[in-house]
């Protein structure tokens, strides 16, 4: 009798311990499932992707177009190695979830919540100005690198789009798209902090992150990540992937730029730099 006594206190005890465990469980999945989806709203919010969820990223084009006949330039392509690595910041952003998970989850959530809403197309910008349109900007998208290889920022800028440009950029198509003539200063095109923002002695290279709002009804978002050359424009890319929440706290779902100051570095460091000097401007 003692010993069957036992034996059902034990499996009740066994049973009590794994109800809980499995209780707790799933409380613990529901939570993070609820935060979760409030944190992915936010996401698809900052980036423009709550209604369209088709998301462009307009890489820089390195292709010379004096080294091409008139016919072939509209399908010339050619993109450097740090834009390469730019394409994959960009897939795992939006391939997989920008959020603090359990590893349990996090298989479940990558695919149920990002992979399978959001399109990322991964473009070239087009060798000549003249092909970029209005048309071109139909969805949210986040163009990279300057105007000497970027076509769309040389259109934003000649049409007046741009809060900030490093010193050095114009809307003109470049005459040597292999010479950076770029300079270590910000200028500012409109409002009451128009003008130069003067290079700090300490760091000679910068990088900018402007975001512009358009279309309320659509909720096009327009990112534009540019540094003063290919690492410093990859590591800007890196700092808005890395630093989107902090960005989102501190603006919503308003425009804005961030200028972005880089320690002086050698070539095995300059990837691993953070910006020693931030400011923001409301655009």
């Not at 462009?56 to 190695?81: H, M, R």
């Not at 590591?235 to 902090?246: H, I, K, P, S």
Request: aromatic share 10%; net charge positive; proline share 3%.
């Amino acid at each position: 009798m003692d010993t069957l006594f036992w034996i059902k206190v034990g499996i009740g005890f066994i049973s009590d311990v794994l109800s809980n465990i499995v209780f707790w469980a799933a409380l613990g999945l529901v939570t993070n499932v609820f935060i979760l989806r409030k944190a992915r709203v936010k996401f698809l919010i900052f980036f423009g992707t709550n209604k369209n969820k088709h998301y462009t990223v307009f890489l820089s084009n390195l292709w010379d177009p004096s080294s091409t006949v008139e016919e072939d330039v509209e399908n010339a392509k050619i993109i450097s190695g740090f834009e390469f690595q730019i394409t994959k910041m960009m897939g795992n952003l939006f391939g997989t979830s920008s959020y603090s998970l359990p590893e349990v989850v996090q298989g479940f959530v990558d695919s149920f919540w990002v992979g399978k809403n959001i399109k990322l197309f991964l473009k070239v910008s087009p060798v000549k100005k003249e092909k970029v349109s209005k048309a071109t900007f139909s969805n949210s998208m986040i163009i990279v690198g300057s105007t000497i290889k970027n076509s769309l920022r040389r259109y934003m800028l000649e049409n007046n789009m741009l809060k900030v440009i490093i010193d050095g950029e114009h809307s003109s198509e470049p005459q040597d798209i292999n010479k950076n003539n770029l300079h270590p200063e910000f200028t500012v095109l409109s409002g009451h902090e128009k003008g130069k923002i003067p290079k700090k002695d300490d760091c000679s290279r910068i990088g900018l992150i402007e975001k512009h709002v358009y279309n309320d009804e659509e909720e096009i978002v327009i990112f534009l990540c540019v540094g003063i050359d290919g690492k410093a424009t990859l590591a800007t890319v890196e700092y808005l992937v890395n630093n989107w929440r902090d960005l989102n706290r501190r603006h919503k779902n308003n425009s804005f730029s961030r200028l972005l100051w880089f320690p002086e570095c050698d070539n095995s460091e300059c990837l691993e730099a953070r910006p020693t000097r931030i400011r923001d401007l409301v655009n």
